[in-house]
């Protein structure tokens, strides 16, 4: 499965983004989708997954209440809604797959993960 990061940009504190990452190759009743966030000079952290069967979620937490993930099959695309941003946010953010047919399991370590996106740029700044 191949899996297509875009949607950061530039945003001013407090604002939003949409992140997308298209999976092809595979559905998404097939894998279970991460989102994980690196900034410079730390390693890759969890930001939010959704299970193969879409109807678990995980937040890490401090993005709660702020982020959404979601996903539209027909699309194969899984989003993550990033509002109220925060300078602290700024970070290559990254789509993950993971095998896992219609499994409710959620994966956060990105060990777990096999195929990676190339990544987005988030900037959070005034």
């Known amino acids: 499965v191949q899996l297509q990061a875009f949607g950061g940009g530039l945003v001013q504190p407090g604002g939003s983004l949409r992140l997308s990452c298209v999976v092809s190759?595979?559905?998404?009743?097939?894998?279970?989708i991460g989102w994980f966030c690196q900034a410079p000079g730390k390693g890759r952290e969890g930001v939010s997954c959704i299970a193969s069967n879409g109807d678990s979620t995980w937040y890490e937490e401090s993005v709660k209440g702020r982020f959404t993930i979601s996903r539209e099959r027909a699309q194969h695309t899984v989003y993550l809604q990033m509002n109220s941003l925060k300078p602290e946010d700024t970070a290559v953010y990254y789509c993950?797959?993971?095998?896992?047919?219609?499994?409710?399991?959620?994966?956060?370590?990105?060990?777990?993960?096999?195929?990676w996106g190339q990544g987005t740029q988030v900037t959070v700044s005034s």
């Open positions: 190759g595979g559905t998404l009743d097939y894998y279970a």
């Open positions: 993950a797959a993971v095998l896992d047919y219609l499994g409710s399991f959620i994966y956060t370590d990105p060990e777990e993960y096999e195929s």
